[in-house]
């Protein structure tokens, strides 16, 4: 199957380089503000990799001279049968204006020119390619979360990989996992390391974890870690994020940490989520309470 091909155009500070990184997260090869004359050699790249599912290029109106080239590169793609979509991101005056004042940039053709004059003028550069979109989105009034959905529900790509949720357990004293998204601290439950036999083996090891979850307040725990769990993944699902991390924190990182990383990820895997699971701090010589 050929890979799904976007071409990404439109107003200036409609939305772009938030789009851009969207199809990044969809899994998605991007390029940005590359000219239209080189457009036809990245298609034809992209058409030959049999490991490239899907690509997006951005093109606006920075492009000056090179701007116009664009209707002729189109052309081309047609008359080669080369499969491509336009996706035209444009808004209104009034927040395009807003936009600009507070990202404090200037507009590409505002030199010598009012802002105003440079929108509009650039609003009727772009008419005919306008025309020619597949899709043409007003992101007036979006966010740039709601950007993300309708992107997502509509260039989502089956060969993407699937959202996933990364657990790593970790001690405090070692340090915070720098990428965490959520951050559990099960510190407060009662610790194997006073516990003579138990010191100098792993939340991996099934003596330690039988003590660890043998406390009532481990098992509540843990079903109250899982419920909010089962709210949460879904949230970030519909935010568009490809993955999130979730961190769980004992003192050391070899106890109890490693028990409920261990027993989150069994939860989540029977609910069908894809688990990549890391045991931090378990190879470090215990030197202190874990």
Avoid at 61 to 89: H, K, N, Q, T, W
Avoid at 127 to 132: K, N, V
Avoid at 255 to 262: G, I, K, L, Q, T
Wanted: charged letters at 25%.
């Amino acid at each position: 199957m050929a890979p799904r091909f976007i071409i990404i155009t439109g107003m200036s500070g409609a939305g772009r380089s938030e789009a851009i990184r969207a199809f990044e997260d969809l899994g998605y090869f991007c390029v940005d503000n590359l000219p239209p004359s080189l457009a036809s050699k990245f298609a034809e790249l992209v058409h030959r990799s049999p490991d490239v599912h899907g690509a997006a290029l951005g093109m606006d109106i920075r492009g000056g001279s090179f701007f116009p080239e664009l209707a002729a590169v189109l052309d081309e793609f047609d008359a080669a049968g080369m499969p491509y979509e336009i996706l035209y991101l444009e808004a209104d005056e009034e927040t395009l204006i807003h936009r600009y004042k507070l990202s404090r940039r200037r507009h590409p053709l505002e030199a010598g020119s009012r802002l105003v004059e440079a929108i509009r003028r650039e609003r009727s550069a772009l008419e005919e390619l306008r025309g020619r979109a597949d899709m043409v989105i007003d992101t007036s009034g979006l966010t740039p979360l709601q950007l993300r959905q309708r992107l997502n529900d509509a260039f989502r790509l089956r060969e993407t990989v699937p959202f996933q949720v990364r657990l790593v357990s970790f001690g405090f004293k070692h340090g915070l996992p720098k990428d965490a998204d959520l951050v559990f601290d099960v510190r407060f439950l009662p610790n194997p390391h006073y516990v003579e036999p138990l010191r100098h083996m792993t939340g991996n090891d099934p003596e330690v974890e039988s003590y660890v979850m043998g406390f009532p307040v481990a098992r509540e725990t843990l079903e109250r870690l899982e419920s909010l769990l089962d709210y949460l993944i879904p949230q970030f699902k519909s935010e568009g994020k490809p993955l999130i991390t979730v961190a769980v924190g004992c003192t050391g990182g070899q106890h109890r940490s490693v028990v409920f990383a261990n027993h989150l990820a069994t939860h989540l895997q029977s609910t069908g989520e894809s688990i990549w699971i890391e045991h931090r701090d378990v190879e470090r010589l215990a030197g202190g309470t874990s």
